[in-house]
């Protein structure tokens, strides 16, 4: 049986790269990996599916509307939850994939972090796993079973991605010079690359 593979890029939007309302460091810099690896699965027939970050204004996560003060730590509806300053709101520009990013190898967008109740860093679930997005679904109807990674936050939406794509039974490749990482703590995103590993991810 042939394993059937799908490049997955994690939230290439402008709101994580400089000049964003949450800008990843040097998040900008894997944009060019991006367009080298879509080319490349697009020419061999495979798909490529973009996640994105669509939070209505009102999103319990923001700092903005929780009273926090921005890159702390609380909790929201009885999950920890960074209080993130307010990004990719949906169809803003900060929203928008990055302009960089050539969307003509893209075969699906999936839209994650719509419920104000709940964060979203997984491609595939909430935080609280609550409900699935269509990911995994638009997936098996596609018969993949082996997923290439990349994106942004290393430490945050690429990692829990990442997880949850394993603990669904997906063989998971991540591009590791195709991600960056937040580092709220120094190490957050080599961390991250380690949890992955050792849950049976491979690191390129």
């Known amino acids: ?13 402008n709101d994580f790269c400089p000049g964003g309302a949450l800008a990843v460091s040097g998040g900008d810099e894997v944009i060019a990996i991006a367009n080298q690896y879509a080319a490349e699965f697009h020419q061999r027939g495979q798909p ?6 669509w939070h209505p204004a009102e999103h319990g996560s923001f700092a903005s509307n929780s009273g926090q003060a921005a890159w702390t ?12 300053p307010d990004h990719c ?7 928008q994939l990055h302009p960089g990013l050539d969307q003509r190898c893209i075969s699906e967008k ?26 995994d ?3 098996k109807n596609h018969g993949i079973t082996a997923l290439t990674v990349m994106g942004l936050a290393t ?4 990692k829990y991605s990442v997880l949850d794509a394993l603990a669904l039974g997906y063989t998971v490749t991540v591009i590791a010079a195709g991600c960056r990482g937040v580092n709220l703590a120094s190490g957050d995103s080599e961390q991250a690359l380690a949890d992955m590993a050792a849950k049976g991810a491979i690191i390129l």
């Open 137 to 139: 679904l638009w997936l």
């Open 89 to 95: 709101i949906q169809h803003g520009a900060g929203a």
């Open 1 to 13: 049986m042939t394993t059937q593979q799908a490049l997955l890029l994690i939230d290439l939007q």
């Open 48 to 53: 490529v599916v973009a996640s994105l970050d």
């Open 73 to 84: 730590l609380g909790k929201l509806e009885g999950l920890s939850q960074v209080w993130w």
């Open 155 to 158: 430490d945050y939406c690429v």
């Open 110 to 135: 999936i839209y994650k972090g719509q419920d104000p109740k709940v964060d979203s860093y997984s491609a595939f679930f909430d935080n609280g796993h609550r409900n699935k997005t269509t990911l």
